[in-house]
């Protein structure tokens, strides 16, 4: 059982013209099991979010507090942070060359569990999450991200995810690029990851169609750096009616 | 604190064609464009010190590679230089050490610098390693330079590598210790000969090495050369491959990293003047800590009558740190259209922070990442050199570079969990 509590974080971004405030007191908390989804318009600062708890050096925290499970994960380091149980499912996973996969699949156990992994059981735990997620096995020996397809990126990160096993996991805009049925393959690892590992999960997208394989507790709308509304699955809905225009004035349809 | 890094890929030297005229007479004193037209001498009096503005001699430091401008150096592995010199040779391989008057000798081009023509000039005793005629070495061979003292006196070395016709075999040569050498390699593969040399600079801190390969390859024969360089003050390797007969075939790989205040340059030279020959050039450089310079030249001369002609170089750069250069400068003439492929690419790139926090996120501590990093890139070369023992070494030897100062980077790399930053 894990709890991740935000409290009223303010984050800024580098930029030439000096720190330009993005997060402006966002409060959250997401315990085990917990499924939810952080919706708002491009611009909102939903990214921001992520990357600020997982530790990019290019967002700085200028006030409020991050806690997991009462642990301050803003003085843990980006490693430490994944060590403590965080993970993020980047929206643009980044490519590695020369570094295989299976190579980083088990360097990043390792590192995460403290320990190596049993290498007969964690071959066949990675096969079969591969399978599971459709991914070939040849992918094993390719370096990370290299070539990789907008789709197998993504179905990469959820592999991650599968394998790693954290308490708290973010899922950076998962759903974006992926067709149909990569979204379905995607949103299968996602509830496996669930009902296997009881872990909460932080979905972050700008679109309602994920949601409609990955059921959330929650929906957050986020707006302006701070969310405006929160609600139940049914404000999803109402959502994917009426679009983000009512939050910010101007038209952006949320739902196509 | 802000360190400006310095990042030059200097293409200003490329050249599309050889339209380029220089009177032969002027050939030391400006800067010379074309490779086919500079000059080459056994002679040291046509080839004099330089003062450091040559094309040539632009990036090196030209002050602490003196010593070994004069024509008249102590041979390596004789008394009193300091250096010894032994080969482990492969069974079937024949080694002998030869006066310099041998008729073998000098047979592979010509000296084409000052270093170069001061080698040549110096040496009493050569090492020739001959691989006989349809022989197939059944394990490599190795000779090795050991500098043993401190302020050696400088020396100079002269090794010949002789595949003959359908012979195959891989030789190693190694330097290592503390060495003022000023060194001639000569490789002579002849037709249907195949053979992997290996040069491998493994020096102590304050050794100073210029080495001249010149390779000439026969008709079909296929030569793969590469080049590693770890350690030394300042390493200047200039190999030089020249095709005698059609469908020749050269692969020239060099791996380097440098650490604070070492220079490291390599200019090479493929010089297609027959048909239908191939060439690869390939060479990965790691740059770590102030003061750190690489220097990679890499000229392809593809003349008139080489028709057929297939050549790709690449060079690229990773700059792990601040305050470290890499200079890299492709050269391709052409003098015939009827080529079957040319090109050449060049990227000197800093360490990417993405990479890094891309595996951070995934719970690697920073030093790992760097590490898993740094082994990527190098990777697909190492497993091009194709030979064990040379591989292994090499693994070993980037593991040793990275944890010299694994400190200063981590130190040097702004810590992400939101410290301060020290002013």
Known sequence: ?256 | MTTTTDLTTDHSRAVADGSHTHSPGAASAAPQGSRAERLTSFSLDDIPVPTGREEEWRFSPVARIQPLFDGGLTTAGADGSGVRVSVDAAPEVKVETVGRDDARLGKAGKPGDRTGVAAWNSFEQATIVTVPAEAVASDVTSVRFDGEQAGATPSAAHVLVKAEHHAEAVVVIDHAGLATLNQTVEIDVADGAQLTVVSVQDWADGAVHASSHRARIGRDAKLKHVVVTFGGDVVRITPDAEFTAEGGEVEMVGLYFADSDQHQEHRLFVDHAVPRCKSRVTYKGALQGSGAHTVWVGDVLIQADAEGTDTYELNRNLVLTDGARADSVPNLEIETGEIDGAGHASATGRFDDEQLFYLMARGIPETDARRLVVRGFFAELIQEIGVESVEERLIASIEAELEKSMSVITGAAAPADGAEEAE
Do not use: C
């Open chain 1, 1 to 256: 059982m894990s709890t991740l509590e935000i409290r009223d974080l303010h984050v800024s971004v580098e930029t030439k013209e000096g720190p330009k405030p993005i997060l402006r007191g966002v409060d959250l908390t997401i315990e085990s099991g917990q499924t939810h989804a952080i919706m708002g318009p491009n611009g909102s600062g939903k990214s921001t979010l992520a990357s600020a708890l997982a530790g990019h050096p290019k967002y700085q925290v200028t006030s409020g507090t991050v806690t997991l499970d009462g642990e301050d994960v803003l003085e843990m380091s980006v490693d430490e942070r994944a060590r403590a149980g965080l993970f993020l499912a980047m929206q643009y996973p980044v490519e590695v060359p020369g570094v295989s996969v299976a190579n980083f699949l088990r360097t990043a156990k390792t590192a995460i569990d403290g320990e190596a992994p049993k290498l007969r059981t964690w071959g066949r735990e990675v096969k079969e999450a591969m399978g599971n997620l459709r991914i070939d096995s040849a992918f094993s020996e390719r370096s990370v991200n290299e070539g990789f397809s907008g789709g197998e990126k993504k179905r990469h990160e959820i592999l991650q995810m599968e394998l790693f096993k954290p308490q708290i996991a973010i899922l950076d805009e998962t759903d974006s690029g992926l067709d149909v049925d990569a979204l379905r393959v995607v949103s299968e690892g996602v509830n496996r990851a669930k009902e296997n590992t009881d872990v909460g999960v932080l979905l972050i997208t700008h679109y309602t169609r994920i949601l409609r394989y990955i059921k959330p507790d929650f929906v957050h709308v986020f707006v302006d750096g701070r969310i405006a509304e929160e609600g139940g699955p049914e404000l999803a809905d109402r959502l994917e009616e009426e679009g983000y225009d009512k939050y910010v004035g101007t038209s952006a349809p949320a739902a196509v």
